[in-house]
């Protein structure tokens, strides 16, 4: 029997979700690592150990997980949460600017399961709970080069959930819809930017900043954090709040041409 408290090691845990998800999983009965890229400037959280973190770099990414495993000698659950926002028609991001998002957002996942699943295999289980977004599951006008990596974090999490399986490791997703964070404020915008889309951008800033005022707390989406990574019979998804739980059906149930009236009609697009 397992006498230690198990360990959750959560990335991007200084504000947002990531912080909600932290102290979540404290009062879940996990000893937390929570990251950060300046851990020092962090505020801190009774039970939380914040490390640095760059999920853009391997080398930072072996050190962490070293450390961690180090100190408290497991990973049962990591939380894959750290993130970049971008917005903006595709157009406009270069490719250079599209990488740097992938490189957060998809890679960043990719170097830190790669990191942790040699030691969830070797104590026999473990989960990677990935944050994504309903934004992986439908378009995203004027967010395109988002909601391709969250595209992308979809179908990686899907596929190698069912190479994990046998090995006590699930893969898992946590969808929200959007999320009363900081998320507008801080996302890239375009390096390329365009005249011609200049108009219907500043148009999807406001719908998006509209949004994110009036959406769910990060605690609705901590909660189903702590959901998926204790549920003894876990789901390969899990939405988080009633806005994504209708945006997960509707995408499955409307006829295609009437979702996507109701897409332009949502970001205010003309025709």
Do not use: C
């Amino acid at each position: 029997m397992q006498t230690t408290p198990r360990v959750a090691l959560v990335t991007g845990a200084s504000s947002g979700i990531g912080r909600a998800a932290a102290l979540a999983l404290v009062g879940a009965g996990f000893a937390v690592v929570g990251t950060s890229r300046n851990a020092a400037k962090a505020e801190p959280l009774a039970g939380v150990t914040f490390l640095d973190l760059d999920v853009a770099s391997d080398a930072s990414v072996r050190s962490l997980v070293g450390e961690v495993i180090d100190r408290f000698g497991r990973i049962d659950v990591l939380v894959n949460n750290a993130g970049v926002g971008a917005v903006g028609a595709g157009e406009e991001s270069s490719t250079s600017q599209a990488k740097e998002v992938f490189d957060i957002n998809v890679f960043g996942v990719m170097r830190m399961t790669n990191a942790v699943l040699p030691r969830m295999r070797a104590q026999g289980g473990g989960r990677v709970v990935n944050v994504s977004s309903v934004l992986g599951l439908i378009p995203a006008p004027y967010m395109a080069v988002y909601a391709a990596a969250k595209h992308a974090v979809e179908g990686y999490a899907e596929s190698v959930d069912h190479e994990l399986r046998e090995h006590g490791v699930r893969m898992l997703l946590v969808e929200p819809a959007y999320t009363n964070t900081s998320f507008e404020a801080s996302s890239m915008t375009p390096d390329s930017p365009l005249p011609i889309y200049a108009a219907q951008r500043a148009v999807s800033r406001d719908v998006l900043a509209t949004a994110v005022r009036n959406a769910d707390s990060p605690d609705v989406v901590a909660k189903v954090i702590v959901a998926a990574a204790t549920d003894s019979r876990p789901k390969l998804r899990y939405t988080a709040g009633s806005m994504a739980k209708r945006v997960s059906v509707l995408r499955r149930i409307v006829p295609s041409r009437a979702f996507d009236g109701q897409i332009r009609k949502l970001n205010r697009l003309a025709g």
